[in-house]
C-alpha cells in the first residue's frame, strides 16, 4: 500500500531536482519513442542534446542559435511565469506575440525608407503596446465579467492568427514585392532591423530584453510588494484578499506584463531572426513558452535555465532531422512529454510517500 | 444567395465534432474535474482513426480507434490528476501540446490520402423529401449516435442513480467520500468517458468532415468545446443548442467567403472564434446563472486523508 502524505511546504531539495529527473526520464522515453521509430535512440539523444554545443561541424552555427531561440522564450516564460503563480492563466502568448510582432512591424514601416535612430525603440514600444493590447481584453473581461481567461487567451489566438495572414497577404504585403506574400524585409534595412550585436553570439536585442526581464522578475519577486502579493494570491487567495490585494489589479497587472514581454518577443523575432512579417513566421514560441516557465519552477533563474534547455531542443532537434530523417514533430512530442513527466514528478515536492499500512489510531 | 437547407444540412455535420467532444467535457467537469487537453484528446482520436480507417479500409473500426487512442490519453491525464494529484490545468495543457505533438509525428506519412467513405443510414431515395429530407435524414450513424448521446446523458445525469453520485462526486467530494463512494474511481471513470468522446469527435473530422488528414486540424475545436460546457452551464441540452450555434457560424461564414460579399476574410476566418468568446461573455457576465451552475469542486484536488 502506498500512501501520500501532503508536506506542509514543498520539499526545497525536490523542487530543484524534479525538473532534472523530469529531462532524464524524458530523454530514456524519447530514446524509446526514436526507437520505435525505427532510429539508434542514442545517438539521436546525442545529436539532439550534445552535439549542438559540442560538435566541430555544427557547433559554430549552433551555438549562437541557442540565445536566438532561447531569448524569445526565456522574454514570454517571465511573463507568463508571473500570472501562474498568482493563478491567472494566460495561455494565448502565442497570439500576443504575433500582434505585438504585427504593430511594431507596422510602425517601422509606415516610416519606411527613413533610417532614423529612434525607429527601433519605436518599434519595440509598439510591440510591447500590441501585446500589451491584446492580454487586455481576456484581463478587461475576466475583471468586468468575469469570463474565463484562459479560454478567450486561447481563441485569441485563431484571431491573432486570422489578423496575421491577412497582414502578410494585404495591407502590410511588401509593395516592390512582385505580389508575393509577406511584408519588406525588417532584418536587412537599417532603420528597422534588430541585428547581432556581438558577432557569432547570436546576441540581438531580444536576449538583452529576456535577461532583463529574468533580473527584474527576480527583484519583484523577492524585494518587492508586488510580487510578495503574486504569490500570496497564487498560494493564499483567502489571505491575499484580506491582506488587501486588489484582485482586479493584479490580474490586469500579470495580463498586461505577460502580454507586453510576448509582444516584444513577436517584434525581436519579426525584425531579426525571422525577418519579415510573413504568414507563418510564428513557430509555437508562445506554446513552448508554457512548457518553459514551468520547468524553470516559475523562478527566474529556473526559467533562464529552462530556455536555454529548451532552445537547445529545438536545434538539436532540426540538426536530429538534416543528420538522421527524425521528424520535427517528434521534437513536439518530445518537449509535451517533458512538461508530462516533469508535474508527474512534482509529487515528490509536495507530498511524501510512504509505503506499508496506516497505524490504526 | 445562401440555401438555408442545405446550411442547416452543413451546421449539422459542421457540429458534430465539437458537439461530441463538448458533451464529453461536460460529464469530466460534473464529476468535478477540469481538462484542457480536449484539443490534444481530439488530434489523437482524428489521427488514430484516420490510421486505422486507411489501414483496414473500415470507417466503423476508425471510430472505434479515435476513442480508444483518445481514451488511453485520458487515462495519462487521470493518472496524472488522480492518482499524482497535479495540478489539473498544467497537465491538461500538456495533454494538449503532447497530443499535438504526437498526433503529427502519428499523422506525417497520412497526408494527401483519402480514407474510406463513410455510409448513409438512410437510403438515397429519402433524402430527396423536400426540406426534411436533407436535414433530418441524409446524415451517417455517427450523427444520430450524437444527439443520442445529449439526450442519455442528460438522461443519465439527471434521472439515475449513477447521474447522482457524479454529481455528488463534482459538488463536495469530501461528502461524497464520507458517504463512501470512490470519489477517484469514479473520476478517472468520467475521463474515460470524456477521452472517448473526444475521440469519436476528432475521428469524425479527419473521416468525415474534412475527410483527409493534415496537421492541426482540429484548429482549436477543442477549446470551442471547452467553452460550449460554460455556454451550455453544464446542462446536456444546451451543449447541443451550443454546438449548433457555432456550427451555424461556422458554415455559414465559409458560405460567405464564396459568395464573395464585402467582408474582409479575415473577419470571416476569425468569427466564429469571435463570437464564441461573446458568448462567453454573456453568459459569464449573469453572476447568479454561472455561478449556480458550476459544479463546486470543479478543478479542485481530492486527496483523501483517511
Redesign the interface.
Known sequence: MIRLIKRPTPSRGWIVATPVLAVIVTMIAGGIMFALLGKDPFEAIRIIFLDPLFDDRFAAYSRPQLLVKAGPLILIAIGLSLGFRAGIWNIGAEGQYIIGAICGAGFGLAFYPSENVLIFPGMVMAGALGGWAWAMIPGILKTRFRTNEILVSLLLVYVAEAILASAATNWLRNPDGAGFPGSRNLSRHAGTANPELLANTGMHWGVVAAFIAVIAAYVLLNKHVLGYQIKLAGQAPRAARFAGVNPTRLVLLCLGVSGALAGMAGLFEVSGPAGQISIDFNVGYGFTAIIVAFLGRLHPVGILLAGLLMALTYIGGELAQLMMGIPASAIQAFQGMLLFFLLALDVLSNYQIKFGREAVT | MIDPITLITALIATSTPILLAAIGELVVEKSGVLN?GVEGMMIIGAVCGFMVAVGTGSPWLGFVAGMAGATALSL?FA??TQV????Q???G???T??????A??LG?PYAGIIPPPTSDVFPQAMHAIPVIGPILLSHDIIIYLSVALVAATWFVLKHTRVGLILRAVGENHDAAHALGYKVVRIRVLAIMFGGACAGLGGAYLSLVRVPSWT?GMT??AG??A??IV?FASWKPWRALIGAYLFGGIAALQLRLQAAEIGV????L??SP??V??IV??VI??D?SR?ALNAPAALGRVF?ATS
Request: charged fraction near 10%.
Open positions: 484542457l495519462v493518472f496524472l499524482l494529484l497535479s495540478n490545468v498544467a497537465t495543457l500538456a495533454l501540446l503532447f497530443g499535438l505533438g504526437l503529427a509525428l506525417e496537421e484548429v482549436g477549446w470551442i471547452l467553452a460554460v474582409p476574410v479575415a473577419l476566418d476569425a472564434y469571435l464564441t468568446i462567453l461573455v459569464s457576465s453572476r454561472a486527496h
